[in-house]
T-cell receptor, first 113, second 112 residues
Framework: GAVVSQHPSWVICKSGTSVKIECRSL??????MFWYRQFPKQSLMLMAT?????????EQGVEKDKFLINHASLTLSTLTVTSAHPEDSSFYIC?????????FGPGTRLTVL | TQLLEQSPQFLSIQEGENLTVYCNSS?????LQWYRQEPGEGPVLLVT?????EVKKLKRLTFQFGDARKDSSLHITAAQPGDTGLYLC????????????FGTGTLLAVQP
């Protein structure tokens, strides 16, 4: 089966700092990567879609300058939350796609103090 | 705006009871998936349905895709505590990106 890892699994940071989350597809190449955000007891909300080597496409209401996505290789994508604030505290999940199937990472819990 | 509405939002039942979760939309989807998610983990795929009217069974779970491919249901027979979790439907609209849009979620608690 497809293995997806995220690092870190959890992070606590001070307001105003930037946090980078890595997502790796360990045994397959993903041409498309989706990033989701999930607040407690709520569903997953799609933030952005990125294709390897191209700029990400952001969903309405998601600030592209705040949530920087890099998809430089077929096995690695990063999401950087810049100048994080408490309202950015959430569970961030990456989802690489192989063919017609989306796989999901284990998620990263971000807490901004 | 959430394209996929799930009901109920929360459900607490006793072990052995049956339940149905609904996933409704005004949009047509090329395929629909059901996931179960436990706290602090990513969602795990349960099933994918692609044909209108399709019914799939996975042990005690029965999934149905509406004839018009706008809605779906998940029925669990004789629920067990291990079924506890967040159940999510997700629809794919097709097209170049074919992105997956998640439903509002149903939080199920099965009491022993």
């Amino acid at each position: 089966g497809a293995v997806v890892s995220q690092h870190p699994s959890w992070v606590i940071c001070k307001s105003g700092t930037s946090v980078k989350i890595e997502c790796r597809s360990l045994d397959f190449q993903a041409t498309t990567m989706f990033w989701y955000r999930q607040f407690p007891k709520q569903s997953l909300m799609l933030m952005a879609t990125s294709n390897e080597g191209s700029k990400a496409t952001y969903e309405q209401g998601v600030e592209k300058d705040k949530f920087l996505i890099n998809h430089a290789s077929l096995t690695l994508s990063t999401l950087t939350v810049t100048s994080a604030h408490p309202e950015d505290s959430s569970f961030y999940i990456c989802s690489p796609r192989r063919g017609d199937t989306q796989y999901f990472g284990p998620g990263t819990r971000l807490t901004v103090l | 705006t959430q394209l996929l509405e799930q009901s109920p939002q929360f459900l607490s039942i006793q072990e052995g009871e049956n339940l149905t979760v609904y996933c409704n939309s005004s949009s047509v989807f090329s395929s629909l998936q059901w996931y179960r998610q436990e706290p602090g983990e990513g969602p795990v795929l349960l099933v994918t349905v692609v044909t209108g009217g399709e019914v799939k069974k996975l042990k005690r779970l029965t999934f149905q895709f509406g004839d018009a491919r706008k809605d779906s249901s998940l029925h669990i027979t004789a629920a067990q505590p291990g079924d506890t979790g967040l159940y999510l439907c997700a629809g794919a609209r097709g097209g170049a990106t074919n992105k997956l849009i998640f439903g509002t979620g149903t939080l199920l608690a099965v009491q022993p």
